[in-house]
């Protein structure tokens, strides 16, 4: 409780924000990839392809571009676009709503924007389920899929789409697949390079400032992206404060121990009690 009552003063008192944001913000917002939810959604697919998560059914090698896209607009769908409202999120935003903020994320389920913060403060560096890309790639654009995706889910049957649905890249005919950073073959469009710059010009308009660095759910899986940049930083600059908000992982080299608070514990359980506080 000390370390939570000293972040809830921490963020009272900034200026600036820096949130990292990883899968463990999403999984405490509700959005699991296994269990009662997968269940409740991949019952069909889980019996007949016996993967037992959604993670574990992007990687299946389904025969056919029809089961592929299937299971797929049912993932993207459940993951980007059926979005209520999310308490987890909302707490976060009141928190940071009345400071210069920036988020960086590796989620890709949109649950930001979708939540009220600001999409010119938003850095999706692995991509978005909302996006679909040209799979060779022949060209670095990407293109909106709700309207397909939607007519997907509305019109397959026996865990499979129509075969005029499955989409073929507009310039040279072949597979399209989603804007997801799995590979070499990522396409960091225009709108990515754009929020890149962003965030690349709110680091430097900071990087003497008493910032703070808040790290939300942030695995081992890329730490390359927000965990170690941000211990960098903090070393960087003594005015800089390290928060490791997560639930098994909260750890800090003793470098920067110091600077920092590492809180082990579900994060929207934590932003719900600090706003009741407010």
């Known amino acids: 409780m000390e ?40 019952a069909d697919f889980e019996a007949k392809y016996n993967f037992h998560d959604m993670y574990s059914g992007g990687f299946y090698p389904y025969e056919t571009e029809e089961e592929f896209w299937a299971y797929f607009s049912k993932n993207i769908y459940y993951n980007r676009y059926d979005q209520p409202p999310n308490e987890v999120y909302n707490n976060l935003l009141k928190l940071v709503e009345d400071k210069d903020y920036f988020v960086l994320t590796t989620n890709v389920d949109h649950l930001f924007q979708n939540n009220g913060f600001d999409k010119l403060k938003l850095f999706y560096t692995q991509g978005d389920y909302g996006l679909l890309q040209c799979a060779t790639p022949c060209h670095n654009k990407t293109y909106d899929n709700e309207n397909i995706i939607r007519e997907m889910i509305a019109k397959q049957k026996n865990m499979k789409i129509p075969t005029e649905l499955i989409p073929k890249c507009p310039k040279c005919g072949g597979k399209m697949t989603t804007n997801l950073r799995c590979d070499d073959k990522f396409v960091e469009d225009n709108g990515w390079h754009q929020a890149s710059y962003r965030y690349k010009k709110f680091l430097s308009s900071h990087i003497d400032d008493e910032i703070v660095l808040l790290e939300l759910g942030v695995g081992g899986n890329t730490p390359g992206i927000i965990k170690y940049p941000f211990w960098q930083m903090t070393l960087d600059n003594p005015k800089a404060k390290y928060i490791c908000i997560n639930k098994g992982e ?23 009690w600090i706003n009741l506080q407010k």
């Open 3 to 42: 370390n939570i009552n000293k972040f809830k003063e921490i963020i009272k008192s900034a200026k600036t924000i820096l949130i990292g944001a990883g899968a463990g913000l999403s999984t405490s917002a509700g959005y699991t990839y296994s269990g009662e939810r997968f269940e409740k959604y991949f």
């Open 250 to 272: 909260a750890f800090v080299p003793k470098q920067i121990s110091d600077q920092s608070i590492c809180i082990d514990g579900d994060i929207g359980e934590i932003l719900k």
